[in-house]
């Protein structure tokens, strides 16, 4: 499908969101009539030999319903999970690839397929033809930051931001030498600061092992070391901490739920405040707009690493853009860093080969960063199990046929919603089980990466998509995982560290956490 929009605008001009014309609404009202009798009928709209089999609507015995609603969307792992409610008896393309389909609606197919998974992933973009990103699961996001993102556009739109705003986050820019030791170095010293007053604390009160739930200590440092050392920002921890932090939890909550239950696609920002909580709500908004200025004030004074940055867009095209980096990077990296903590806090063996690693390293050069590979395995581990993003949404703009490296092909048709349910792919038993990797599974084993290291298996054949794939692939990767590697290592430095309980379940909303809030006891190495 042709897409409109010129890559060669000026970026003020540009940077104007495209909206649905009356013909594409027409187009899309034509699109719903002409598959009805198909629907009505109880024709399946796949095929090839990757063809999807049909989840019914109701059905007992499932933990959740196949849809998101008001009383269930705050399960959406159970969600994707009904999906392939009886899936691991079926041997045919159905175990793995299953549909969704209520006449009058476009299909939803859910696939656990990496193969799938990865052909869809590659083949999304603003190419004729090609997949978006279907915009449905982020409607919230839009209405809270502005529809004109990265994030939410899809296209020539899509493209040109992708150009202006993603450079700086480029693993060129950020591991050129200089650049990257100045900003390791900085990096390294906020968490260092950060975690010695846990550290102090335990030290001053005498006590050998304090019981602390971490997840409220890392988002801050995750915060500061964006705003404040990637991006230059003057915002004190404590501001950040006290003021930033909970405006942006309470944000971020309340886009959770806009999504599902926001049907009139209705701003709240827009709306007068009737009560106190919506008063609340609003002033936690306020909080977030305030913070994307200051950060904004960063990059009139060129300060932290806005240098990098080359584009003459004025800040008001790119503010939407800030406010999806500063929301979903505080999401990703507490996600991504959280996990890490909590696998390493229930297996003491692999914290004690990072604690063996990383002793001795004081200054994160990229050699060393590189060298570090059983950190690396930790992180690579993490991402698998317990992916920060736990599905990737697709829209088919056409109908399509796509074919996995190995030859199998599925048609989709066009319309339909399509989940890459990450979450469920990278713990299924025959994707990443004892035949594929050596180890079970649903296990966190590091040695995993070793081993299929040792099989000869080259990394683009053994794909996690912790940080996505193909030409939507997450732009902040280096920056997260840098970040990541830093607090995680520190972390380990400095303390030994406990689960309070065995088991680790998910809790999710735009993003996956440990349930706990990673509880942990903690002792001083
Ligand atoms: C370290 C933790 C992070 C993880 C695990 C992560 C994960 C991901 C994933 C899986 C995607 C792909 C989504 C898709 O294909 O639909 C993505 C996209 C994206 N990420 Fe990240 N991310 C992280 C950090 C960051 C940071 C630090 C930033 C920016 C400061 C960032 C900004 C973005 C943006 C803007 C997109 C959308 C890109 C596009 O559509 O072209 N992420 N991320």
Redesign the pocket.
Known sequence: MEKSGNPATPASIAFQAESPTILDRWLAIWKRIRRLPRQLAGMNPFDGDCRPSRVPLFKWGRSAWPFPHPWNYHQPIEILEAYFYGADTESGPGRHNRYLEVPGFAPILVTRDPGIIRAI?SETGDLAGQFD?DSMPSTGIARATGKDT??FSNGAF?KLQ?KLAASP?GKTALFQDEVFREFAATLRNAVIHRLQVLHDYLADTGQTVARVQLEPEIKPIMLEL?TSNFLGAKITYEELRQRYVPAMESVIAHIVRDTVLNRLDVSFVKLPAFTSTMARLKADYDWFDELTNRVLTARREQAGLWKLFKSDAPDDDLRSNLK??LA??LE??TS?ATWAISHLARNQAAQEAVCQEVRDIHDYTPDKLQSAKYLSAVLEET?RLTP??YF??RRASVDTWVETADGRRMFIPDGTHVLLDVWHANRHEDHWGVNTSGYPANEFVPERWARIAAQGRASKDVLH????HGP??????H???LE?ALVVGAFVQLFKFKAVHQENPARAGVSTKPADGTLVELELR
């Open positions: 992933a990103r990265l994030l899509w992708r986050f964006l999806v980096f979903g990077a990703a990296t991504f991402l920060a993003l990737l949404p998509f912790g940080f996505g939507r692939v997450c732009p902040g990767k920056l997260g995982q990541v």
